[in-house]
Nanobody, 117 residues
Framework: VQLVESGGGLVQPGGSLRLSCAAS????SRWDMKWYRQAPGKERE????????????NYADSAKGRFTISRDNAKKTVYLQMNSLKPEDTAVYYC???????????WGQGTQVTVSS
């Protein structure tokens, strides 16, 4: 099982980034996918989720209206479009795959997002 995030980087406040997470080694379409983030000195926190079949989405309050999670089951990839970025969005962003059927989950290695002028 492998989850590989990409798309992080340095962006100015108000800018946008799109994170990608490419999955392999499991049946991607059957797993819920989530994004978390961890800022320096803080605990990892939930950002957004998308369910496996219906594609229902859920967001942390901090992400609502600015971030959009989506998935492409054919490409086995989940995305996080981040707009109107703020310095407080600076964190390492992690991709998570979760199976409600087995209660198992997998994590990617993370990608750094830095919002600074």
């Amino acid at each position: 099982v492998q989850l590989v995030e990409s798309g992080g980087g340095l962006v100015q406040p108000g800018g946008s980034l799109r994170l990608s997470c490419a999955a392999s080694g499991f049946t991607f379409s059957r797993w819920d996918m989530k994004w978390y983030r961890q800022a320096p000195g803080k605990e990892r926190e939930f950002v957004a989720a998308i369910t496996s079949v219906e594609g229902r989405t859920n967001y942390a309050d901090s992400a609502k209206g600015r971030f959009t999670i989506s998935r492409d089951n054919a490409k086995k990839t989940v995305y996080l479009q981040m707009n109107s970025l703020k310095p407080e969005d600076t964190a390492v962003y992690y991709c998570n795959a979760f199976s409600l059927a087995t209660l198992r989950d997998y994590w990617g290695q993370g990608t750094q997002v830095t919002v600074s002028s």
